[in-house]
């Protein structure tokens, strides 16, 4: 963060309002077979990297050396250096990787493997894959505790949260949610675990110490029908406050109040809107928006969308440097 | 809707099925092992079947058509029942079309089956529903598109997967409007089902308004489908049929037997696009749709069967999801509690089609998109953007509830 203090005085000179932190946010192009990056103040695509073959799901080491990246058709995961921006290595992700999560420590990366129904585990540092945890049909969605204990997995077709303890990588706990759950992502106090059903159109909040359903979120948005109200990416404000819901091809994201569940606003943003991902100032957060081509700075104070910025083919996943 | 978290003396069951059980995890599992038996869920699949011809070999319908979809959803819901003590299995029984299909459908009921397939003709399809009703038999029809089965025929225990003449046909229609090529010509056989596909292209010009600025029947005389030297001919045949045709934008083949349909496109007196039984076809599924997480499905048909997932393979696969996830949401194997899911308001099932799929409650036809494309690319899929309806844009496919003739 320090190396950035001379650019923030700057712009704290130049203009009145908050100043904005230039970090690097990396976009995934499904049909582009590249990844975008935009640097956060400018909100400009600053480079392009070619990449393997319908690049998906895509995350970031703790220190901000490593972008990880699903290469879908590749079956395989694919490491960006983010000092050169070239890609140096892959690790053994098992057939047609989508999403995946890291361990808080960093060590280990959980994989969903769409068409095997498996999760793997893979050693991040020895590049070798631990173990294949058989799960429901079509995993998608990866969730990890806080406290990296607990990783939660949806599975497409079976419809199901599985809660899996990650020191024995055994299923502990099903949970049936609503139609094509997308994604599991835990509030920061790992109380509780948001899992959106894209078909279903809601967003179940399971009780991580019960591993029950506590509240159903639903969306309604006047002039639109509720099918196509689809439910995909959430994310969670450091604080534990907001929770933002990407809608598909609703074009909006959702903000939630967390203390009530009660949706407060929807933001519009481009055409099918797919994934999320703050900014670490917590400043912004980035919606992938898939038909139109682009990507969308949501601003968190107000919840007003502040740009968009045009990226390669079919936008599909965001990640944010941490420095 | 309240949590169905799987209690955990279920969770040995697990190593009962699940596949690609890695070494460390069977292990582990299999010292639990042994518990409660599982709730079978017993599905048949009736099929009258023969090998047919069709005017392109590359159109011949692959052997296991429909039954291997029924068999990889089978494998889903079994996956996903491993979790919840569910088992599913699949009974196939094949027959000649146009025999008798009462016998080995009392067979199949006899030992167990509950739920059956049907991938038969209109007749034997109501024969087995009549013969099964008593025995609360449920039957999902996979393949029949006789619009008479959802309407004046229509039977309570009875679900459609496959879509109607007239849902094809209106979602056809749709995209012929939304391009703006309002003028048709149609051409249509001698057989029953080009007559009834006939009726629905009809119907569907009166409803968007498409005019049919002429019509003409091709008599199916008999001859061979094939032949060596067919091509010189059909090249000379086919443009003299179509050159006393008043002027249109585009002509719609009704060839539900392959008898003349596939021969129309680039043969015709004028160069029009061809539309309905060969060009642009209406459909329940496409091979090539990767649309909605498509791919997933079709990857994991491809390597489960080696080849591509066509229509009653879809028709079929949702059948035997529908009924699996009745199961999970009910958590029950009863045959009526399933069925009456079904029919509920909370019933809906991800297909692959970019929402949820519900059944009409006045037929129980399934609402579903229509797909539109030639042999290898997925043009379109209807209902077009425009076409508005009060409860569901898939409801102005086929017969909306107003006009129904169904009582169930």
């Known amino acids: 963060m320090r190396r950035y203090l001379p650019l923030l005085a700057i712009s704290l000179m130049a203009s009145t309002a908050t100043p904005a932190l230039a970090y690097k946010a990396y976009i995934s192009n499904e049909r582009g077979n590249s990844v975008s990056i935009v640097d956060t103040e400018t909100m400009e695509v600053i480079e392009t990297i070619n990449v393997g073959q319908r690049p998906r799901g895509i995350t970031i080491s703790h220190d901000g050396k490593y972008v990880y990246l699903c290469a879908s058709d590749d079956d395989t995961v694919e490491i960006i250096d983010t000092a050169t921006n070239k890609i140096v290595g892959t690790l053994p992700s098992g057939p047609d990787p989508e999403l995946f999560v890291l361990s808080p420590d960093g060590k280990r990366l959980y994989v969903a493997n769409e ?133 598909g091809p609703a074009n909006r994201v959702a903000v939630i109040d967390t203390s009530t569940y009660e949706v407060t606003k929807y933001v519009l943003v481009g055409q099918r809107v797919w994934q999320l991902a703050f900014t670490p100032d917590q400043k912004y957060i980035i919606s992938t928006n898939g038909i139109s081509n682009d990507v969308t700075f949501i601003d968190v104070a107000t919840d007003e969308p502040v740009q968009s910025v045009t990226v390669g083919d079919q936008p599909w996943g965001v990640v944010v440097a941490p420095n | 809707m309240t949590n169905k978290r799987v209690p955990n003396f279920l969770l040995p069951l697990l190593v009962l099925f699940v596949f690609n059980v890695s070494a460390a995890f069977a292990q582990g599992g299999s010292n639990a092992a042994g518990g409660q038996t599982p ?117 309570a225990n009875v679900f459609h997967t496959a879509p109607t003449y007239s849902m094809l046909a209106d979602g056809l229609a749709q995209y012929l409007i939304w391009k703006q090529w309002r003028n048709w010509v149609l051409i249509y056989g001698s057989h029953e089902e080009d007559k009834l596909f006939a009726e629905a292209l009809r119907r569907a010009a009166e409803r968007f308004g498409g005019s049919i600025v002429a019509e003409k029947e091709f008599e199916d005389t008999g001859t061979a489908r094939r032949s060596d030297t067919g091509v010189t001919q059909i090249q000379r045949l086919m443009p003299v049929f179509t050159q006393d045709l008043p002027a249109h934008d585009v002509l719609l083949a009704a060839d539900e037997s392959e008898v003349f349909a596939g021969y129309l496109p680039y043969r015709t007196w004028v160069p029009r696009p061809v539309a309905g039984s060969a060009g642009l076809r209406p459909s329940s599924w496409h091979p090539a749709s990767e649309q909605w997480g498509g791919t997933q499905i079709q990857n994991r048909f491809e390597k489960a069967v080696k080849r591509r997932m066509i229509s009653v393979d879809m028709n079929a696969w949702t059948a035997v999801r529908s009924i699996g996830e009745a199961a999970t949401r009910t958590q029950s194997g009863e045959t009526e509690k399933l069925a009456e899911f079904i029919r509920s308001d909370d019933f809906q099932v991800a297909a692959f089609r970019g929402q949820r799929l519900t059944y009409r409650k006045w037929n129980q036809q399934l609402r579903q998109p229509v797909f539109l494309g030639d042999g290898s690319q997925v043009v379109s899929t209807s209902p077009q953007e425009g076409f508005l309806h009060q409860v569901s844009e898939l409801d102005t496919l086929g017969v909306d509830q107003p006009e129904t003739a169904c009582q169930l």
């Open chain 1, 115 to 247: 068409d095997d129904n498996l999760v793997t585990v893979i050693d991040v540092e020895t590049k070798r894959m631990i173990v294949e945890i058989p799960v429901g049909v079509e995993p998608e969605g990866m969730g990890m505790s806080p406290d990296g204990k607990t990783l939660v997995n949806t599975s497409e077709t079976t419809n199901m949260a599985h809660f899996i303890d990650t020191e024995t990588h055994e299923i502990t706990h099903n949970v049936l949610v609503d139609s094509r759950p997308r994604f599991a992502e835990f509030n920061p106090d790992g109380s509780e675990v948001w899992v959106s059903a894209e078909i279903g159109g809601t967003v179940s909040v399971i009780d991580n110490e019960s591993r029950e359903i506590k509240h159903k979120i639903t969306f309604e948005i006047p002039g639109l029908r509720t099918e196509s109200i689809q439910p995909v990416g959430v994310r969670i404000s450091e604080d534990g406050t907001k929770a933002y819901v990407a809608l």
């Open chain 2, 39 to 155: 709730i079978e869920i017993k599905i048949g699949y009736l099929r009258a079947y023969e090998p047919e011809l069709a005017l392109s070999v590359m159109d011949i319908p692959p052997a296991d058509a429909g039954v291997a979809g029924a068999q990889v959803a089978i494998v889903d819901n079994n996956t996903t029942g491993s979790f919840l003590g569910q088992k599913f299995t699949l009974d196939v029984v094949q027959i000649k079309p146009n025999e008798d299909a009462v016998e080995p459908f009392n067979q199949m009921v006899q030992s167990g089956v509950k739920f059956v397939l049907a991938d038969l003709s209109a007749e034997q399809l109501l024969a087995i529903a009549d013969a099964g009703r008593e025995q609360g038999i449920i039957v999902f029809n996979v393949a029949s598109r006789e619009d008479a089965l959802r309407e004046e025929q229509c039977r």
